[in-house]
C-alpha cells in the first residue's frame, strides 16, 4: 500500500545535537511538507518542496535544514539552534489534486 | 496572509447529539479550498470533509456536514448522531490553489463524547 512513513516514532536530543526526521513516500508526489504542532496549537509549515532539489522556507524555518535529493524522501534536520525542539512534528505529501494531502504518523521529539 | 480561527478549545457532546465547530477565516485570495481534519489520541490527520470555495452547495459527508457562509469567511462542522468515537481534536484547514499550496491550520477544537 502507497502512504508515508516518518521516522522514529520517538526521538530524543540532547542539548546542543543535531538530529534528522526521516519521511519517506511512495506515493509518487511531487510536493512533501514539513509541519510542527505544539501543545494547544495547531500545526505550523517549517519547510517545503515542490519538486525534487528544490525547497522553500515555511512560517517557521529558523533552526531547522531540509534537503530533497530523491523525489521519495525529504528529511528534516533539527539543529542546535533550534531552541524549542520538544514538538510533534508531521511530514505529508501532496498530488496534483488540490486536496490531495497525506499524512505520515509524525516523530515526537523530546529534549533531554 | 492567510489566517484561520477556531474560538471553541474545548466542546463536549452527548453520544447521539448534534454539535457545531466553529471556524473563520481570513483571504484575499478568491480561489481556496476549506477542510476539516481529525486527530485522534494516536495523533494520526484524518480528513472529515473538504470544501471548494467555488462551489456554493455545502460538502456533506455521512454525520458529518459543513456551513460554508463566503461572505462572512466562515467554515463551520456539523457532527450529527455523534459517536464515541468522534472523540479527537478537530483542526479547521485552509489552502490556495497557488503559491506554496500549504496548509494553514487553526488552533484546534478538542471534541469530547460523553456517554
Known amino acids: 500500500d502507497g502512504g508515508i512513513t516518518q521516522s522514529p516514532k520517538y526521538l530524543f536530543r540532547k542539548e546542543g545535537q543535531n538530529v534528522t526526521l526521516s519521511c519517506e513516500q511512495n506515493?509518487?508526489?511531487?510536493?512533501m511538507y514539513w509541519y510542527r504542532q505544539d501543545p494547544g496549537q495547531g500545526l505550523r509549515l517549517i519547510y517545503y518542496?515542490?519538486?525534487?532539489?528544490?525547497?522553500q522556507k515555511g512560517d517557521i524555518a529558523e533552526g531547522y535544514s531540509v534537503s530533497r535529493e530523491k523525489k521519495e524522501s525529504f528529511p528534516l534536520t533539527v539543529t542546535s539552534a533550534q531552541k524549542n525542539p520538544t514538538a510533534f512534528y508531521l511530514c505529508?505529501?501532496?498530488?496534483?489534486?488540490?486536496?490531495?494531502?497525506?499524512f505520515g504518523s509524525g516523530t515526537r521529539l523530546t529534549v533531554v | 496572509a492567510q489566517t484561520v480561527t477556531q474560538s471553541q478549545p474545548e466542546m463536549s457532546v452527548q453520544e447521539a447529539e448534534t454539535v457545531t465547530l466553529s471556524c473563520t477565516y481570513d483571504?484575499?485570495?478568491?480561489?481556496?479550498?476549506l477542510f476539516w481534519y481529525k486527530q485522534p489520541p494516536s495523533r494520526q490527520m484524518i480528513l472529515v470533509i473538504r470544501?471548494?470555495?467555488?462551489?456554493?452547495q455545502n460538502a456533506t459527508e455521512n454525520r458529518f456536514s459543513v456551513n460554508f457562509q463566503k461572505a462572512a469567511k466562515s467554515f463551520s462542522l456539523k457532527i450529527s448522531d455523534s459517536q464515541l468515537g468522534d472523540t479527537a481534536m478537530y483542526f479547521c484547514?485552509?489552502?490556495?490553489?497557488?503559491?506554496?499550496?500549504?496548509?494553514?491550520f487553526g488552533s484546534g477544537t478538542r471534541l469530547q463524547v460523553q456517554p
Open positions: 505529508a505529501s501532496k498530488d496534483r489534486v488540490a486536496y490531495g494531502y497525506t
Open positions: 506515493l509518487n508526489h511531487d510536493a
Open positions: 518542496s515542490q519538486i525534487v532539489n528544490d525547497f
Open positions: 483571504t484575499s485570495e478568491s480561489n481556496y479550498y
Open positions: 470544501q471548494e470555495a467555488y462551489k456554493q
Open positions: 484547514a485552509f489552502m490556495t490553489d497557488t503559491g506554496r499550496r500549504a496548509l494553514t
